[in-house]
Structures are given as C-alpha cells and as structure tokens.
C-alpha cells in the first residue's frame, strides 16, 4: 500500500477513536469521514465496517439511505442550483447551463475534474423570494443570472489561484 494511503486511513482511525469505536455512532462517524474527503470511499466504508466489527453491508446500507452522505467524490464548491418552482420560473436552468458550460462538464458529469466543483439540482432551497437562487457551500446567492454566477465562478477560481 502507498504511503499516501496510510495517511488515508490515518484520519479515519482518528475519527474511530474520537467516537470510541462505538458501532452506535456510526452516522456522526460517516458524517465526519465525509465531511473530511467530500465522499465515503468504498475502501473506507469497508475499513470503518471492519474496525466496528460490523458487516460493511450495514454502513453502505446507512451511506446509501440518507441523501446528505454520497459515495462519489464531490468538489470543494458544491453549487446547488435550485430549480423549485419560483427559481424555474425565473430561469434557473439557465444558470445551470452558464455552469455546466463555463466547468465545461459534459452531460451526466456533475464533478470537474480537478475535484474544484460539483453542480447539483435541488427540488427547493426555500429562498423563494430572492429566486433564482443558487447556493455555493453553504453561501446563499439570491437574484442570480447566468453572468453573475460565471462572475462568481471567475472570482472562486481567482482566490483558489492565489492560495495555491
């Protein structure tokens, strides 16, 4: 295994021991691995499985159950484009396309690449009366267009270069 696994793995037994091995605090436990990663790895669902001395079908039975957790990587900006009915209505899909274009993400990818951005659709965001809305982490930003959201991907990239 690489040294770069082991690492891996390193924060993950610091988040068993943190919890005490408690079988009964699995979901605080995936809730941090993820919350560490952006996804739950399927080795790490299968070494969390293993060092609670639970079958591993019963963490990916709880990682496949609750919609806050994924098993796909997602990217250090997660944008949620809602497209509820006053954001519809407003044309938030045209804000989605302005995205989807400008990470040059082909259909079906949701996730660039470079694991900088993930686009995803919400059913409602409850920010009806600031529609479109568009939220980047947990960041709300009300009264979007397709140029604003380019704008605000333009200045995310501008700061991720700066800090690199």
Same mark, same amino acid.
């Given at each position: ?24 605090? /699995? ?5 941090? +691995?993820?919350? !560490?990663?952006?996804?739950?790895? !399927?080795? #790490? #669902? ?7 001395? +639970? ?5 990916? &039975? ?13 990217? =250090? ?6 497209? &509820? ?13 302005? #995205?989807?274009? =400008? ?9 660039? /690449?470079?694991? /900088?951005?993930?686009? !995803?659709?919400?059913?409602? /965001? ?8 568009? +939220? ?5 930003? &009300? ?22």
């Amino acid at each position: 295994m690489k040294k770069s696994a082991f690492r891996k793995f390193d924060k993950v037994c610091d988040i068993l021991a943190l919890h005490k091995l408690n079988p009964a605090r /699995l979901i605080p436990i995936l809730q941090a +691995v993820q919350e !560490e990663y952006r996804y739950l790895p !399927e080795e #790490i #669902i299968a070494f969390i499985a293993s060092s609670l001395h +639970v079958p591993a079908a019963k963490v990916y &039975g709880v990682a496949t159950f609750y919609s806050h957790f994924t098993l796909k990587p997602k990217g =250090k900006y997660v944008f949620k484009v809602c497209d &509820g009915t006053a954001c519809h209505v407003k044309r938030s899909m045209g804000i989605l396309d302005a #995205i989807r274009e =400008k990470l040059k993400l082909k259909e079906g990818e949701s996730t660039t /690449l470079d694991l /900088l951005f993930t686009v !995803e659709t919400v059913s409602c /965001l409850g920010a009806c009366g600031i529609a479109p809305v568009l +939220v980047v982490n947990e960041d709300v930003h &009300g009264q979007m267009t397709p140029e604003k959201t380019v704008i605000l991907i333009d200045h995310i990239l501008q700061k991720e270069a700066t800090h690199e």
